[in-house]
Antibody, heavy 117, light 106 residues
Framework: DVQLVESGGGLVNLGGSLRLSCTTS????????MNWVRQAPGKGLQWVSS????????YYADSLKGRFTISRGNAKNSVFLQMDNLRADDTAVYFC??????????WGQGTTVTVSS | SYELTQPPSVSVSPGQTASITCSGE??????VCWYQQKPGQSPVLVIY???ERPSGIPERFSGSSSGTTATLTISGTQAMDEADYYC?????????FGGGTQLTIL
């Protein structure tokens, strides 16, 4: 069974940094694009970043460029989101999701990031 | 930037048909997905490529798309279908989500 498990969320001060992890099991990571999607409290889904399976194609939401960095682990079963200079409006649940073709078909349970002033 | 527009809320009586729309420029030329999200849970894919249903999703969920509007239809709605629904399309290789529609079963 394919599973994605996020970790690394928590409480961080304004301007601080966090590194989120998404560990995959049951799938060959390098075959799929991995995405980070976030959801602020009471709000809708917002795409954050994507990385292709071969790592050659990386995309970020325009509003986040320069502060967030997506990467993958050497074992290729993990994808990371480095978040720097965090702001109050980065407070959200962060999901990782696999996309294959034109769909995001597997989602993790999410990890909560709270930025405190 | 590309935008998808959904009605904030839709209400339907049990057993009736619910239709949730998603509008965007030239949406008919893009593949649309629909996700169901219940409180405190992760999104679940219910429709992909406009009208395809993943395995395990009940037949009462269907999708269509034409022109600038995609539609998620839930026939014979059940109490368990009460949730938020999000449409999603791809624009220049990146995913764009609609604002979400809260479906209430009266």
């Amino acid at each position: 069974d394919v599973q994605l498990v996020e970790s690394g969320g928590g409480l961080v001060n304004l301007g601080g940094s966090l590194r989120l992890s998404c560990t995959t099991s049951g799938l060959t990571y390098s075959s799929f694009t991995m995405n980070w999607v976030r959801q602020a409290p009471g709000k809708g889904l917002q795409w954050v970043s994507s990385m292709s399976g071969n790592g050659l194609y990386i995309y970020y939401a325009d509003s986040l460029k320069g502060r967030f960095t997506i990467s993958r682990g050497n074992a290729k079963n993990s994808v990371f989101l480095q978040m720097d200079n965090l702001r109050a409006d980065d407070t959200a649940v962060y999901f990782c999701a696999r996309s294959v073709g034109h769909k995001m078909d597997v989602w993790g349970q999410g990890t909560t990031v709270t930025v405190s002033s | 930037s590309y935008e998808l527009t959904q009605p904030p809320s839709v209400s339907v009586s049990p057993g009736q048909t619910a239709s949730i729309t998603c509008s965007g420029e030239q949406l008919g030329g893009k593949y649309v997905c629909w996700y169901q999200q219940k409180p405190g849970q992760s999104p679940v894919l219910v429709i992909y490529e406009d009208k395809e249903r993943p395995s395990g999703i009940p037949e009462r969920f269907s999708g269509s798309s034409s022109g600038t509007t995609a539609t998620l239809t839930i026939s014979g709605t059940q109490a368990m279908d009460e949730a938020d629904y999000y449409c999603q399309a791809w624009d220049n290789g990146t995913p764009v989500f609609g604002g979400g529609t809260q479906l209430t079963i009266l």
